[in-house]
């Protein structure tokens, strides 16, 4: 992240949730209302696990290649979720979980007063994707679209691509920036250290702030820079 701001250049990171027009109609809202306490985020996200994958792998891979090792559930399945959070709450300060073999529990605390509440767990289909803010009377999760939205434009991953290309014509920061994705690995690191001290609080690294220009939404029309350009 210092490397690419100290050379100017635009640093995203893939996460690609935070370009769904549910998350920033909500980002919208909450940026009008006035701030209630106790506004809490609870996401929920559930996938079949490192055993499916790690055999797929295993039936494509030439006999005698090494299968890679699956990651921490964390690391796998909650980047995004916490992605979502820190665009909505800000700079994350304290996090706390409780990991049970095939699932884990987990809490972020936000500077201003915020709190994302997470679980997440490997298990058989159907698969649970959950995103929602209470506090604000309203919620919010990620959308797919629908059958007759056939304009990359209109996809999270399309509004992405878009995002980057115009950032690296003006200089500005993606919605998905570099400090979003370092204040994501540091929830996780502390996650994780939080795991391996009986579910403790732990302190989220604060070197880097998220900068209020990261913290824009993402729009749904395309820019007038924008105009010609398929992703």
């Given at each position: 992240?210092?490397?690419?701001?100290?050379?100017?250049?635009?640093?995203?990171?893939g996460?690609t949730?935070?370009?769904?027009?549910?998350?920033?109609?909500?980002?919208?809202?909450?940026?009008?209302?006035?701030?209630?306490?106790?506004?809490?985020?609870?996401?929920?996200?559930?996938?079949?696990?490192?055993?499916?994958?790690?055999?797929?792998?295993?039936?494509?891979?030439?006999?005698?290649?090494?299968v890679?090792?699956?990651?921490?559930?964390?690391?796998?399945?909650?980047?995004?979720?916490?992605?979502?959070?820190?665009?909505?709450?800000?700079?994350?300060?304290?996090?706390?979980?409780?990991?049970?073999?095939?699932?884990?529990e987990?809490?972020?605390?936000?500077?201003?007063?915020?709190?994302?509440?997470?679980?997440?767990?490997?298990?058989?289909?159907?698969?649970?994707?959950?995103?929602?803010?209470?506090?604000?009377?309203?919620?919010?999760?990620?959308?797919?679209?629908?059958?007759?939205?056939r304009?990359?434009?209109?996809?999270?991953?399309g509004?992405?691509c878009?995002d980057?290309?115009?950032?690296?014509?003006?200089?500005?920061?993606?919605?998905?920036?570099g400090?979003?994705?370092?204040?994501?690995?540091?929830?996780?690191?502390?996650?994780?250290?939080?795991?391996?001290?009986?579910?403790?609080?732990?302190?989220?690294?604060?070197?880097?702030?998220?900068?209020?220009?990261?913290?824009?939404?993402?729009?749904?029309?395309?820019?007038?820079?924008?105009?010609?350009?398929?992703?």
């Open positions: 992240v210092r490397k690419a701001e100290a050379a100017q250049r635009v640093l995203a990171v996460h949730a935070v370009y769904s027009a549910d998350i920033g109609a909500l980002k919208s809202r909450l940026a009008v209302m006035p701030h209630a306490a106790g506004r809490r985020a609870i996401a929920e996200r559930t996938s079949s696990g490192p055993a499916a994958v790690s055999s797929s792998l295993a039936l494509a891979a030439p006999v005698g290649q090494r890679l090792r699956p990651s921490s559930i964390l690391f796998d399945l909650c980047p995004h979720d916490i992605a979502l959070a820190i665009l909505l709450f800000g700079t994350p300060i304290a996090a706390r979980a409780g990991c049970r073999g095939r699932s884990v987990y809490e972020i605390r936000f500077a201003a007063g915020e709190a994302l509440e997470g679980r997440a767990e490997w298990r058989e289909p159907p698969h649970v994707r959950r995103f929602e803010v209470t506090g604000t009377n309203s919620s919010s999760g990620n959308s797919a679209p629908g059958p007759d939205r304009d990359v434009r209109d996809t999270p991953l509004r992405q878009l980057f290309i115009e950032c690296c014509r003006t200089g500005m920061q993606p919605l998905s920036s400090r979003l994705g370092l204040a994501v690995v540091r929830c996780l690191t502390a996650l994780a250290s939080s795991c391996a001290d009986s579910g403790t609080w732990a302190q989220v690294t604060t070197e880097l702030r998220m900068m209020n220009a990261e913290l824009r939404t993402a729009g749904t029309e395309p820019l007038v820079s924008e105009t010609g350009v398929r992703a």
